[in-house]
């Protein structure tokens, strides 16, 4: 089983509607973060998470939400979905410290029409 | 504003072919900086990371380097094969920041042909 788990895997949906994206992680770690990737803009920081009790903006957190349910869930949610949130989700996690590196679940393909 | 550049865009070459990857990065005050492979459908797998006060990171055929001084980095895939094909991307974690996050480049596409 991967360690980082994003489920759906993808997803088509029309404007306005409410979209939850969910990523489970067993690896035990306490940092949790979510990325969108568009093409030719590389991964984007939206939200991350140090602990069940600490969540921070990245730098495109507009038009998005997220809930840390427990030190292996953080989930991300889209009030009202518009076609430019169309892009590749990712979810990763890692441990405390500068230098420890981030691993990445298989990515939630979102289409919006 | 920290930004990461990789050129090329995208790169073929023959399998056997030793080969350059680059990264670039506009401000030298950085914590580290890590270099991922990305398949088709996949997510990222994080294949070597360098801290800033390293020169160079090897694992098997992998070496990245790092010149923090001129803001580059390099990975060197040595006798490549078919199946490194993938997009790679480097990432910097900026220390200037009170936040814990990556600054990604757009990536170089592999393709590694028999």
């Known amino acids: 089983d991967a360690d980082v788990t994003q489920t759906p895997r993808n997803r088509i949906t029309k404007t306005g509607k409410r979209i939850m994206l969910e990523c489970s992680q067993t690896k035990g770690h306490d940092r949790m973060y979510w990325y969108r990737q568009d093409p030719g803009l590389g991964l984007r920081l939206i939200y991350y998470?140090?602990?069940?009790?600490?969540?921070n903006k990245g730098e495109i957190s507009d038009g998005y939400s997220v809930s840390r349910q427990a030190q292996a869930k953080f989930s991300l949610s889209l009030e009202s979905a518009i076609p430019n949130q169309t892009a590749l989700y990712f979810c990763a996690t890692s441990e405390p410290g500068a230098n420890q590196p981030q691993h990445f679940g298989d990515g939630t393909r979102l289409s919006i029409l | 504003k920290q930004e990461v550049t990789q050129i090329p865009a995208a790169l073929s070459v023959p399998e056997g072919e030793n080969l350059v990857l680059n990264c670039s990065f506009t401000d030298s005050a950085i914590y580290n900086l890590q270099w991922f492979r990305q398949d088709p459908g996949k997510g990222l797998t994080s294949l070597l990371l360098?801290?800033?006060?390293?020169r160079e990171q090897t694992s098997g055929r992998l070496n990245a380097s790092l010149d923090k001084s001129s803001g580059r980095s390099t990975l060197y895939i040595a006798a490549s094969q078919p199946g490194d094909s993938a997009t790679y991307l480097c990432?910097?974690?900026?220390?200037?920041?009170?936040?814990?996050?990556?600054?990604f480049g757009t990536g170089t596409r592999l393709q590694v042909f028999p």
């Open positions: 360098i801290q800033s006060s390293q």
């Open positions: 998470s140090f602990d069940v009790k600490d969540i």
């Open positions: 990432a910097v974690r900026h220390a200037a920041y009170n936040t814990d996050k990556l600054i």
